[in-house]
């Protein structure tokens, strides 16, 4: 998400200074042909998954009648597309929407994740309840059999943050604890990486594990004291063997004199996909006013979407645009492929 609600009498984590380091310049926005729209919705998040020849998008949705898209938020739904190419999309029914009254999710969806466990897909998602409006953030999970229709495993969260090592609504009046990302590790494990807030301020790399899927133990973050204020809609790819840590933050989220200072797409190096990151190293994606990118595997290598984010020349569009060829840098960082 691009919001991140925290205490209003929490200071950020040290004044954020534009760092010497300059890359190359940004890649303009219109190189990003919109693939993905909806001319009732506003979109943005998303999360993919493959399933044969099709690939299948999950994004955040909500209505262009609210008129002011930062009211999104509150309205959001995990809505659902389907094509072959990553080009072509057709738009199919929303896949999760909001629970019933009272529970952890009846505010809105927000941000997570799909994988498949035998011959069931599971999806990890955000849930916000209409009490906290997004104060608190928790964890849910449902099940498909066909990745088009959904039911949730439980009426409660599976994943909420420990106050022994994050940030609590109950104690600092906002939890941050969303956008998990879910994925088997060398170790055979099923490994969660959670956008929190660790509690001296900073944003984490929240982590909770499990066996089966579906009970799952939280632990502490694989790093804290990162000097972002988030680290939102967290990944690891491997390009090789050399794993790498994606995520998004906002220019003002940035205390790092070694890292620019940009609102997009990072990527870090990473000794493997649970950590050591080097966060300190971290370098934003050469594409202008792409934010909350997915790196998805292609035909011709892997590629970024992100949704189109409001930038100082462009209001917020709501649109998710064509991939984005990626390749590997010296630096253990990740950036877009070089073209003939």
């Given at each position: 998400?691009?919001?991140?609600?925290?205490?209003?009498?929490?200071?950020?984590?040290?004044?954020?200074?534009?760092?010497?380091?300059?890359?190359?310049?940004?890649?303009?926005?219109?190189?990003c042909?919109?693939?993905?729209?909806?001319?009732?919705?506003?979109?943005?998040?998303?999360?993919?998954?493959?399933?044969?020849?099709?690939?299948?998008?999950?994004?955040?949705?909500?209505?262009?009648?609210?008129?002011?898209?930062?009211?999104r938020?509150?309205?959001?739904?995990?809505?659902?597309a389907?094509?072959?190419?990553?080009?072509?999309?057709?738009?199919?029914?929303?896949?999760?929407?909001?629970?019933?009254?009272?529970?952890?999710?009846?505010?809105?969806?927000w941000?997570?994740?799909?994988?498949?466990?035998?011959?069931?897909?599971?999806?990890f998602y955000?849930?916000?309840?209409?009490?906290?409006?997004g104060?608190?953030?928790?964890?849910?999970?449902?099940?498909?059999?066909?990745?088009?229709?959904?039911?949730?495993?439980?009426?409660?969260?599976?994943?909420?943050?420990?106050?022994?090592?994050?940030?609590?609504?109950?104690?600092?009046?906002?939890?941050?604890?969303?956008?998990?990302?879910?994925?088997?590790?060398?170790?055979?494990?099923?490994?969660?990486?959670?956008?929190?807030?660790?509690?001296?301020?900073?944003?984490?790399?929240?982590?909770a594990?499990?066996?089966?899927?579906?009970?799952?133990?939280?632990e502490?973050?694989?790093?804290?004291?990162?000097?972002?204020?988030?680290?939102?809609?967290?990944?690891?790819?491997?390009?090789?063997?050399?794993?790498?840590?994606?995520?998004?933050?906002?220019?003002?989220?940035?205390?790092l004199?070694?890292v620019?200072?940009?609102?997009?797409?990072?990527?870090?190096?990473?000794?493997?996909?649970?950590?050591?990151?080097?966060?300190?190293?971290?370098?934003?994606?050469?594409?202008?006013?792409?934010?909350?990118?997915?790196?998805?595997?292609?035909?011709?290598?892997?590629?970024?979407?992100?949704?189109?984010?409001?930038?100082?020349?462009?209001?917020?569009?709501?649109?998710?645009?064509?991939?984005?060829?990626?390749?590997?840098?010296?630096?253990?960082?990740?950036?877009?492929?070089?073209?003939?």
């Amino acid at each position: 998400m691009v919001a991140m609600v925290c205490s209003p009498s929490r200071s950020r984590p040290g004044r954020p200074r534009i760092c010497a380091l300059r890359l190359a310049p940004t890649t303009p926005h219109e190189r990003c042909h919109i693939v993905i729209d909806d001319p009732q919705r506003w979109i943005w998040d998303s999360w993919y998954a493959k399933d044969g020849d099709d690939y299948h998008a999950f994004f955040l949705a909500a209505p262009r009648s609210l008129g002011d898209p930062d009211q999104r938020h509150w309205s959001a739904v995990a809505a659902h597309a389907v094509s072959t190419d990553l080009r072509e999309w057709r738009h199919l029914p929303d896949a999760l929407v909001p629970g019933e009254p009272g529970r952890f999710d009846d505010q809105a969806i927000w941000t997570g994740s799909v994988v498949k466990d035998g011959d069931v897909w599971r999806m990890f998602y955000t849930g916000i309840d209409a009490t906290t409006r997004g104060a608190r953030q928790r964890v849910g999970h449902a099940i498909s059999h066909d990745l088009v229709t959904w039911t949730r495993v439980s009426p409660d969260p599976v994943a909420i943050a420990d106050a022994r090592w994050y940030s609590t609504y109950d104690r600092e009046g906002a939890e941050a604890f969303r956008d998990p990302w879910v994925f088997r590790h060398t170790d055979g494990r099923w490994h969660m990486l959670v956008t929190a807030t660790d509690l001296f301020g900073h944003g984490c790399i929240g982590h909770a594990t499990s066996d089966d899927l579906l009970t799952w133990v939280v632990e502490e973050p694989l790093a804290i004291k990162t000097g972002f204020l988030q680290l939102e809609v967290l990944q690891v790819h491997t390009f090789g063997e050399t794993p790498v840590l994606f995520f998004s933050c906002l220019e003002t989220d940035i205390s790092l004199d070694t890292v620019e200072r940009r609102t997009g797409y990072y990527s870090a190096p990473a000794e493997s996909a649970l950590g050591p990151f080097a966060l300190d190293r971290a370098e934003p994606m050469n594409v202008d006013g792409i934010y909350a990118g997915r790196v998805v595997e292609t035909p011709d290598g892997p590629a970024m979407m992100g949704f189109r984010n409001v930038t100082a020349t462009r209001p917020f569009e709501g649109v998710i645009g064509a991939p984005i060829p990626l390749e590997l840098t010296s630096r253990g960082t990740v950036n877009v492929r070089a073209t003939p």
